[in-house]
């Protein structure tokens, strides 16, 4: 009965062996298989990712970050200057209005000397201007061609002032004018008295005017390269 007892142990620990081998083969193909499938939809999953990658670089609009800025020139504003217009004299507005026409917009670049008698040009009549009320060198008032410009030219002296300007060359009128302040005026008589300025800033200025019948105004922009 011992050795049957045996014999039974021994098949039973043999079965036992036999089980858990098949078991252990059972779970290794399992994960055999897996392993597989896992690998076999990875490789799926990049060759997409990578057509996908392909077909977004072939269909994307070419970048322009590349591409420079564009400049664009804005004017900006140093000065402005405003004298009223006490003398309603038609001749003397009248001769006003044609020096604004000639001296309004005038470009004068960065280190450039500037020259109202050379910008504005002759004053007589045979170039539109007509006699108004002006001063003699002794004080005295008299009728010239011209009369009323050097309330353009002061104007712009005292805008000149204003934005800081090298002034090379001024003369003061033979008597006091009450358009600006004492000592800042500036009388022109072609060819012989001017006012002169040289720009000596990092940009080009822009020389703007306007009038009425009341004022004039002189108005000094500098133009300034921009990247937009």
């Known amino acids: 009965m011992k050795k049957n007892s045996e014999k039974d142990t021994l098949l039973l620990v043999l079965a036992i062996i036999a089980i858990i081998v098949i078991i252990a083969y059972v779970i290794f193909n399992l994960y055999t298989s897996n392993q597989n499938l896992r690998n076999n939809t990875n490789e799926q999953v990049n060759v997409y990712s990578e057509n996908n990658q392909n077909n977004s670089s072939t ?33 003397r507005i009248q001769n006003i209005t044609l020096a604004n026409s000639k001296l309004n917009n005038t470009i004068v670049k960065k280190g450039e000397e500037f020259s109202f008698i050379q910008t504005v040009g ?3 009549e045979s170039e539109g201007f007509v006699k108004a009320m002006g001063f003699d060198s002794e004080g005295n008032k008299i009728e010239i061609p011209g009369g009323g410009i050097c309330q353009l030219s002061s104007t712009l002296y005292n805008a000149v002032l204003d934005a800081n300007l090298e002034v ?3 003369h003061p009128h033979s008597r006091r004018v009450y ?50």
Request: aromatic content about 6%; charged content about 30%.
């Open 59 to 91: 269909s994307k609009p070419e970048n322009n970050s590349s591409k420079p800025p564009q400049v664009q020139k804005v004017e900006e504003q140093i000065s402005t200057y405003t004298t009223s217009i006490y003398d309603k004299d038609e001749g």
């Open 122 to 124: 002759t004053m007589g």
């Open 168 to 170: 090379t060359e001024r």
């Open 179 to 228: 358009y600006v302040p004492i000592d800042r005026d500036a009388t022109v008589f072609y060819p012989d008295l001017d006012l002169k300025f040289i720009n000596n800033t990092e940009n080009d200025i822009k020389i703007t005017v306007t009038n009425d019948s009341d004022n004039v105004t002189v108005t000094l922009l500098k133009i300034v390269e921009k990247e937009v």
